[in-house]
């Protein structure tokens, strides 16, 4: 968390995703310059600094390099050494043209899936739309059947997509119990946990619910629920698979600069990530097993699990001991992830050992879709990172309110002049003073709706701390739902 210095020079935006990287890009900190990143030179400062350059549209070529013909292809080709390079250039050009081709195709065969069904994954199988959550696998790997059960809105109202409606549809509460709410959670990607399944009055307007039929189908859910026009009970399940977003934090109204030190138990879903001791980045509890993060924390050579240790429950840095800690079973990077634009920032931590929760421990709630946020909604960033640009880390855990920015504003040419891609949200203050900073980043952007704490986005980028302009960018967690719940039930 930042307290800005000064107003920033007129320079142009461009991604410094680390926060104290120098404003001059391609210049490297001295050496032996005082960083708790001292371990890993290569990786904290020469070997990623982003590369910015102008945007060249992609519509316009560039121009190739123009060989001089000389008179004819006749002479061209007359000696020995030219024939060869003709043969050479000629087979280079069949080889561009095959690859051209195969393009077109694939784009082709991508595009008559998007018109004649749906496609299976990326495996490039198309199947009907009314094949979709049928309660019949018909994808190679099942995808057609597992991505039929989602929590919607800020009251975890459980809808199931009908193949037959083409939508989704809440369910109706008759007959409904706890057991299929465990169904239900295991389905969504929660292993083990189901917290509550009540029926509460429908809001959402629907015409449609999905009904249970008890004594149909066999073991499978998704055979026991059919579409129905009526829902006697007029009420539909809510379901909670984990109590999550609860937090002790009492004294939010306080205006932080640069951030506040955290009480305990206000930001219990935070946890700091280790390298060999050393904090490097900060994460958030999602379920017992599962931290969020963001892919740059854990990029190459630290995408391997047993570089890390994490603390949860702990406020201060000088508490957290060499050793202790829970270690990681897997991380797992967004696959669209990438290093240049930082877009699709975002990384996945399954621990070795689950966390036992308690007041200071304790998940926050991913984002429902459906779940409405103001232009401007009050969220809070916390974190051990620098207090101000180019500072070393915190020992003591700070936290401050940054109002979410609007796409287009952020995306400004005054702002970041279209650096914000729909995978990232921005949040703080355009005229500078309180922001994350680096050592911040994988941690959490929250925001308080219906009484929970949601996780809204995952520290990424910007430029600089707190500087005019230059707000905070994080990972945009409704984008990266689908992918969260699918690795969670992928790897449990
Ligand atoms: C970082 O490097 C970092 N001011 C995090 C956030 C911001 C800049 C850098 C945004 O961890």
Not at 125 to 130: F, K, L
Request: net charge neutral.
């Amino acid at each position: 968390m930042a307290l800005n210095s000064g107003p920033s020079p007129g320079d142009g935006p461009y991604y410094e995703n680390r926060g104290y990287q120098p404003e001059n890009l391609y210049s490297l900190p001295p050496p032996g310059a005082p960083s708790p990143y001292a371990a890993y030179p290569g990786l904290y400062y020469a070997s990623q600094v982003p590369q910015y350059g102008p945007r060249v549209p992609t519509h316009v070529s560039t121009p190739a390099v123009r060989l001089q013909p000389e008179s004819s292809s006749g002479p061209a080709c007359s000696s020995k050494s030219k024939k060869v390079l003709c043969v050479t250039l000629a087979l280079g050009a069949v080889l561009i043209g095959a690859a051209a081709a195969a393009v077109l195709i694939w784009r082709f065969m991508g595009r008559e899936c998007s018109v004649s069904g749906m496609e299976c994954g990326s495996s490039g199988t198309c199947i009907s739309p009314s094949y979709w959550c049928d309660g019949i696998s018909q994808c190679p790997t099942g995808e057609d059947e597992i991505q039929c059960v989602r929590l919607y809105g800020p009251n975890f109202i459980l809808q199931v997509y009908s193949a037959q409606g083409k939508s989704w549809h809440p369910v109706c509460q008759d007959d409904w119990n706890d057991s299929y709410g465990r169904v239900a959670c295991r389905y969504i990607g929660y292993k083990n946990s189901f917290y509550s399944s009540q029926g509460v009055h429908d809001d959402t307007g629907a015409t449609s619910y999905m009904k249970l039929n008890a004594s149909a189908g066999s073991g499978d859910l998704y055979k026991k629920l059919y579409l129905s026009d009526v829902c006697p009970s007029k009420t539909v399940v809510a379901l909670r698979c984990i109590d999550c977003g609860v937090s002790s934090a009492a004294h939010l109204q306080s205006r932080i600069v640069g951030g506040d030190a955290a009480a305990p138990g206000d930001w219990p879903w935070q946890v700091s990530l280790h390298v060999q001791g050393v904090h490097v980045c900060g994460g958030s509890i999602v379920t017992p097993e599962w931290i969020v993060t963001a892919a740059h924390c854990v990029e190459e050579p630290l995408s391997n699990p047993r570089y890390w240790a994490v603390f949860a429950g702990i406020l201060q840095q000088s508490l957290m001991f060499y050793g202790k800690g829970y270690r990681v079973e897997k991380v797992i990077s967004h696959p669209n992830y990438d290093s240049k634009t930082k877009n699709n920032d975002i990384a996945l931590m399954k621990l070795q050992v689950p966390l036992t929760f308690n007041d200071k421990i304790r998940p926050v709630c991913l984002p429902n879709p459906g779940l409405m946020l103001e232009p401007t909604q009050p969220c809070w960033i916390s974190g051990w990172g620098s207090t101000y640009e180019k500072g070393k880390t915190s020992n003591v855990l700070n936290a401050a309110m940054v109002p979410l920015i609007e796409p287009s504003k952020c995306n400004s040419k005054s702002v970041y002049n279209h650096l914000i891609t729909p995978a990232m949200i921005c949040a703080g203050y355009l005229q500078g003073n309180i922001d994350s900073c680096q050592g911040d980043s994988g941690g959490p952007l929250v925001t308080w709706k219906n009484s929970i704490w949601w996780l809204i986005g995952d520290t990424s980028w910007g430029s600089g701390c707190a500087k005019p302009n230059r707000p905070g960018v994080y990972g945009n967690m409704t984008v990266f739902i689908d992918w969260i719940y699918q690795q969670m039930r992928a790897n449990s």
